[in-house]
């Protein structure tokens, strides 16, 4: 048997004891198969005797009967506490799941990466000091040829000065011996006598009264260079300083995605709905088959105002600047304008070039793309202040970027500062660096809903550096990383998608063509 109560295991002769013992709990006893099938119901916090089997709505916690006869809960709708235990037991049971197979497993990976970047550092600054020991021993040996050449060069300013001295020390020497032959001569004569021998006597004195030059030897002076320790030390090298830096989103939890939720529709009104974008987070513009661009609010879904454009022909692409205000290309007369107040502004005059996409970017700066009017070029060009600032056309091998042609073409900015073009001629993404140089490009991911070819159209990004693209053709939008990896499908009723805007709080605005309506979508937890 199995006491629920006190959670103790008893057999049948026991039973009786266990109960007496303590008759003021409520013992529920029952087969031990079964154990722990006796709800135990929590104590009131207002009435320490009594316990809760009920539960308030309204207050969001356990009550007793006593609790739900009082004033305090009067009026508020109860239920029993039983028939919110598998609800609960399913949240803490999620929970649970999370945590031993999301979140423990990510622990287990970030503890592995830290214990081998551990074992990685020992590696390195073992070679650190390996390095500095061998670059001492080049110094060592350096030094060592330094020592013996200087030696070798003492050593032979040494010999020919010894040389030199034993050479004039030599002829003294000779001249000594002549010297001392002469006395003994003139000694041998005096000796002798011999008158002839006196009187044939020739003296040389003078000869040798020039006495020999002194040849003064200078040794060579050692001048040892002073050692500057800070000389020293950037002549040997030095070491830059270490650091510890914590990156609070190096790691994250990657919890499945919610299925993208349709928040709101807008209706336009228009014969074709093409282009969207953001305000703010309660206001769009929009742009389509009519001369007339149309700002809405969001959660209204109401006309607040209209603009028509100068040319009277419909804008080829639109977007908002960091100051709000509203600029279009007009690929009709070539031109780039910008609203204020009602009143437009051209501010970008092509020549032999038609305006397409275009956005603003987060320095203020617009990205512009642009065929040539033989449509055998496209390229893309950046202009500050609307002055032409950079070109982006061809790769390093001299090869064009960007498809050419009659195509419809976007353009936006990643938080990484790369630029983001969708290519319908190439069907590809295309992106480049803020360089421009190529950094990848994506074609597009199998099985598409609807397993049609990948023709990209509206292209945006958000605050993860997720760049998302309409693919109107397969009725979705595709969202990709920063480095050109697909991360899934939005397929959430879309109807031939086209321009594509996010919000500040990365809700996604997604025009459809056909259908004149622009639909909220949340994406993103």
Known sequence: MHCDTCLVNLCKACVGEHISTNESKDHKVVKYQVKKSTPLYPGCKTHIKERSEMYCKQCDIPVCNTCIASDQ???????????ILDEQKNKISNENTKLKETIYPIFQEIASDEQNRMSQLEKEYGDLSTAITKHGEDWHREIDKLVQKLKAEVDEMKITQLQTLQKHLDEINKTMSDIKDEIDAVNSTINSNDLSKLFGVKFNVDRYKKLPQKIVSSIPKFMPGKIQEKEFHDMFGDLTLSSLTSDEHYYSMKFSPPEPETVTTIDTGYEDLYNVACLSDEEIWTSGGDSTMKLYSINQGSLLKSIRTKSREWPTDITVTKSGDLVYTDSNDGTVNIVKNKKIKEVIRLQNWRPKGVCSTSSGDLLVIMDSYDDEQTKVVRYSGFTEKQTIQFDDQGNPLYSFGFYDRYITENRNLDICKSD????????????????????????????????????TTDSQSHILTADDYNECVHIIDQDGQFLRYIDCGLSEPWGLCTDTNDNLLVAQVEIKQVKKVKYLH
């Open 424 to 459: 319908e001629g190439a069907r590809a993404v295309v992106v480049v660096n803020q360089a421009g140089k190529l950094r990848f490009r994506y074609t597009g991911h199998t099985p598409a809903p609807k397993n049609k070819l990948f023709y990209p159209r509206g292209i």
């Open 73 to 83: 809960h009067l009026g508020h709708k109860f239920i029993t506490i039983l028939q």
